[in-house]
């Protein structure tokens, strides 16, 4: 699928996540997809309530397939988080209680440096429809809470592992402005490749009469130069340009790149010739 590579490292590292009582199997693919693109490999589910393993959940994963496949089952919270050191619980609701509240990105900065000193950890994701209830909340050590509109609070699974997940890898980064894409490297043009352009379209135009009136000339040719002059052009889009503007001198709408056509010298006898019969002038 698009964004995919078979062929580069894949990360997978940092906390458990742990699903309880999760309904849906697609929102258990959403969930591995989520966790996939953004380095988490763990995944934990405490009783499912459409049982494992989930063809559901494999389909809406999108190839995201070490994830499920590593996928755990537990009967319990308890259970499943009894080897960890350390879990947060992610909740939208206000809870009263004894317990630190945590911003995503101030979470993610301890469970970085729990992860760098070996411990294991897990974050809490809990039911589609109600959430985590107080006694598993009260299981977690800290608890975790996004910055969300207080009229409409509620996240879907997928979206708060999502934010959690990309928190996670911002977390690893050098430098969080930094790209995993880069542009191809290319060459200023030098000022002769930028006159060559000048010329080129001063010509072409010039053989159509664009000059017109003639007093003018000075003024439009300055403006035209302003034009193409008011970025810094690369040699190849200098190339890309010429070979634009040369398509348009060479060829016509009548007799296009690669069309069949009489050559402009139609002598008595003359036949047709195609683009790789004819010689440029």
């Known amino acids: ?44 589910l405490v009783n499912p309530r459409d049982g494992w393993p989930s063809e559901k959940a494999r389909a809406a994963a999108s190839k995201a397939d070490h994830v499920i496949d590593g996928t755990r089952v537990f009967a319990t919270l308890e259970e499943a988080i009894a080897d960890l050191n350390f879990v947060y619980a992610t909740t939208a609701r206000e809870r009263y ?3 630190p509240v945590r911003a995503p990105v101030d979470a993610v900065a301890t469970l970085r440096g729990k992860f ?4 294991k950890t897990g974050i809490l994701f809990g039911r589609e429809r109600w959430g985590l209830t107080n006694e598993e909340v009260a299981l977690a050590d800290e608890i975790v809470t996004f910055p969300v509109n207080p009229a409409f609070a509620s996240l879907n699974i997928a979206q708060a592992v999502l934010l959690m997940s990309y928190e996670w890898m911002k ?30 379209v001063e010509e ?3 053989a159509r009469g664009y000059y ?4 003018k000339r000075q003024r439009m040719t300055e403006n035209l130069r302003a034009v193409l002059s008011r970025r810094a052009l690369s040699s190849q889009e200098i190339s890309v340009l010429r070979g634009v503007f ?8 009548n007799s296009p790149r690669g069309a069949f056509y009489q050559p402009p010298n139609n002598n008595a006898g003359g036949k047709g010739v195609s683009e790789d019969d004819s010689t440029d002038a």
């Open 1 to 44: 699928m698009a964004g995919t590579n078979s062929e580069l490292e894949l990360v997978a590292e940092g906390p458990a996540i742990i699903l309880v009582e999760p309904q849906l199997g697609e929102n258990i693919g959403m969930v591995a997809r989520a966790m996939a693109n953004f380095g988490l490999a763990e995944l934990r």
């Open 97 to 99: 209680g004894f317990k």
């Open 116 to 119: 760098v000193g070996g411990e």
């Open 171 to 200: 977390s690893g980064m050098e430098d969080v402005s930094s790209t995993l894409f880069q542009p191809i490297e290319q060459r200023p043009a030098t000022k002769e490749e930028l006159h060559g352009l000048y010329e080129q």
């Open 204 to 206: 072409a135009l010039d």
């Open 212 to 215: 017109r009136p003639e007093g």
């Open 246 to 253: 040369g398509t348009f001198d060479r060829y016509t709408r």
